[in-house]
């Protein structure tokens, strides 16, 4: 067998487990309550806050906007990592360009139609590290996953990809989400283990 240099069989994963992770195959599904009945007729994401043109878009608004297919690996804090999960959506970098950020804005808050809440840093949500997807392995995003729209931001806790989204405001300063006000940790790196907020 001649085994050229430079070139690994494609079996080879290419991924890591965080650590204290461990690789399912499965989706489990995490709510922290119901899984809001959503009819995209009524659907509507409102981006406002520390912006220029603050704005609420329908679905058909929302899916005329340019979408890309990103295949990312997931992690949950509850320790499994799932690998090569594919999604369509749009990434937040349109969003924002859509809106025009305000220089002071370096936070958001993303909310949804069950009442949850996250925080993130506005870096952590530009240079398309982060998504509002609505299709999973390319068929419309199973509600009880968020459906019909979530965010996604793979490389934080998947605590931070907001199911069910229909809104981001941007602010100045950081603010808690619902996890976050109870105990799970600001930022939320899986590569640190930031999983509770006494974890550094
Ligand atoms: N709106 C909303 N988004 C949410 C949640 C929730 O309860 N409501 N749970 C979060 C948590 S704790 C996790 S781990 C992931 C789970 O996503 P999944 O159910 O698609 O696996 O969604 C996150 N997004
Ligand atoms: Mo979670």
Known sequence: MIINKGFSPKHTS???????????????VLSKGYTPKIDTNNWKIRIHGLVSNP????????????SSEITTDIHC???????????????????VELV?????ATHVLA?????????????DILLNKAYIVTEFDQKPLASEHGGPARLLVPHLYLWKSAKWINELKFIDHEELGFWELRGYHRYGDPWKQQRYDSDE
């Open 14 to 28: 290419e991924h890591s487990l965080p650590p204290g992770q461990y690789e399912t195959h499965d989706f489990p």
């Open 55 to 66: 704005i609420v878009l329908s679905w058909n608004e929302f899916n005329a906007l340019p």
């Open 77 to 95: 804090v509850t320790k499994w990592s799932k690998f090569n999960t594919v999604w369509k959506g749009v990434s937040l970098d349109t969003l």
């Open 100 to 104: 025009g950020l305000q220089g002071r």
């Open 111 to 123: 909310f949804t139609y069950d009442d949850y809440s996250t925080n993130l840093p506005v870096a």
